[in-house]
């Protein structure tokens, strides 16, 4: 009964490899996130989808795609992954409605990237 | 873009001490946040606390959305409460975080 799930937990792969990140959601939120955590703790946000459209990319490079299949995945697809893409990334999600359990952002339990 | 400080970066308390974490931000938001990420990564939602005051068990929070700041009360601190804390604002659309609070609590 997992709210926002994200897979793999952990991932470890070589530099210039492709790799996806995989995130669903149970709780009926419109909008979904990913967010990247540096090594110094720092969250911040990379792309954020409504209902499948994208509505926030804060200049993360073209390397990263993120993909909506429908309102409940958010995938992350990351190309020729370099060295400083390690990091763990966290897929959320949100639903602004006042008043119910599901509102403000719920976060999945992070995927740790490392590039070797 | 708005920023969101947090205070103070690092606390070290004795089991069984009260804190008070503090976030300021500078500009006027529609919803703000308190996660605590435990030693395991886990983001853990505390409170959703737009304006006024919420408790839950040993925690609770309060927002002045008036004069810009939300605290954090701890009381009774327990080792488990270690871990770091943020806060985050809502603005334009995404979830904007402060840099954290390093909480260590030792027995």
């Known amino acids: 009964d997992t709210a926002v799930s994200q897979t793999p937990k952990y991932l470890v792969t070589q530099m210039g490899n492709d790799k996806s990140i995989k995130c669903e959601q149970n709780?009926?939120?419109?909008?979904m996130y990913w967010y990247k955590q540096d090594s110094k703790k720092f969250l911040k946000i990379m792309f954020s989808?409504?209902?499948?459209?994208?509505?926030i990319n804060e200049t993360v490079p073209n390397r990263f795609s993120p993909k909506s299949p429908d309102k409940a995945h958010l995938n992350l697809h990351i190309n020729s992954l370099e060295l400083g893409d390690s990091a763990v990334y966290f897929c959320a999600s949100s639903q602004v409605v006042i008043q119910t359990p599901n509102y403000g952002y719920t976060f999945g339990s992070g995927t740790r990237l490392t590039v070797v | 873009g708005i920023q969101v400080e947090q205070s103070p970066p690092d606390l070290i308390l004795q089991e069984g001490a009260n804190s008070t974490l503090r976030c300021n931000f500078s500009d006027s938001v529609n919803n703000l946040q308190w996660f605590h990420q435990n030693p395991w990564g886990q983001l853990i939602n505390l409170f959703y606390i737009p304006s006024g005051t919420k408790q839950n068990g040993r925690l609770s929070a309060t927002t002045v959305a008036t004069e810009r700041y939300s605290l954090l009360y701890i009381s009774s601190s327990q080792t488990t409460d270690s871990g770091v804390y943020f806060c985050?604002?809502?603005?334009?659309?995404?979830?904007?975080f402060g840099a954290g609070t390093i909480l260590r609590v030792k027995s």
């Open positions: 709780l009926g939120h419109d909008t």
């Open positions: 989808y409504n209902n499948k459209e994208l509505i």
């Open positions: 985050a604002v809502e603005y334009g659309n995404k979830l904007v």
